[in-house]
């Protein structure tokens, strides 16, 4: 009965590959997000989709695209990896867009790039 | 943009003793700041929120406080226990989300130790 969920935990991949991230909600929100964290912590929204429509996308690299079949799963893909793509990418959900929404996230997937 | 800058950037306390994580922002259209304890290994999980027109909120042990003259805002952590050993990250929000989208900005994490 986990809320958000992302698979895989952990990624090991070469350089120049093509890689996909997946994560589901089952919380019923209507919100979900990307975010990135480096290697010291940093915490950064990627993206942002609200009824699969994108409302936030931060000067994010286009090897990442984001895709929501449905309001339920939001998955990453990332083309051409790079070595500085390693990070613990999150997954995120709320309720809606709105300001004081709490924001849920998952476990987080650990992607490395050799 | 927003930013928000987080200090101390680690903390070690006593077990029992108060911890104290303070957070300055920016714009002064940020009208709500999430408080995220992250655990090794897992995602941040939301401990305390509170939004602009409040001043203090107090969960039990945890209390977080907003200046919003001074855009600032802290985290109070009292009686702290060894399980209360993790990141915090502070984060700031505005509400118009049709242009901002909801956007959180966080702070860059404070790793707390509390030593038994």
């Known amino acids: ?114 | 943009g927003e930013n928000v800058e987080q200090h101390p950037s680690t903390l070690s306390v006593q077990e029992g003793d108060s911890a104290v994580i303070k957070c300055t922002y920016s714009d002064s259209a940020s009208n709500y700041f999430p408080w995220y304890k992250q655990e090794l290994g897992k995602g941040p999980q939301l401990i305390i929120d509170i939004r602009s027109n409040v001043g203090e909120k107090k969960d039990q042990r945890i209390a977080v406080t907003l200046n919003k003259t001074a855009k600032h805002f802290s985290l109070h952590i009292t009686e702290t226990q060894p399980e209360d050993s993790a990141v915090y990250f502070c984060a700031a929000r505005k509400s118009r989300w049709v242009e901002y989208g909801n956007k959180l900005v966080f702070g860059a994490g404070t790793i707390l130790r509390v030593k038994s």
């Open chain 1, 1 to 114: 009965d986990t809320a958000v969920s992302q698979t895989p935990k952990y990624l090991v991949t070469q350089m120049g590959n093509d890689k996909s991230i997946k994560c589901e909600q089952n919380l019923g929100h209507d919100t979900m997000y990307w975010y990135k964290q480096d290697s010291k912590k940093f915490l950064k929204i990627m993206f942002s989709y609200n009824n699969k429509e994108l409302i936030i996308n931060e000067t994010v690299p286009n090897r990442f695209s984001p895709k929501s079949p449905d309001k339920a799963h939001l998955n990453l893909h990332i083309n051409s990896l790079e070595l500085g793509d390693s990070a613990v990418y999150f997954c995120a959900s709320s309720q809606t867009l709105l300001v004081q929404d709490t924001q849920y996230f998952g476990p987080g997937t650990r992607l490395t790039v050799l």
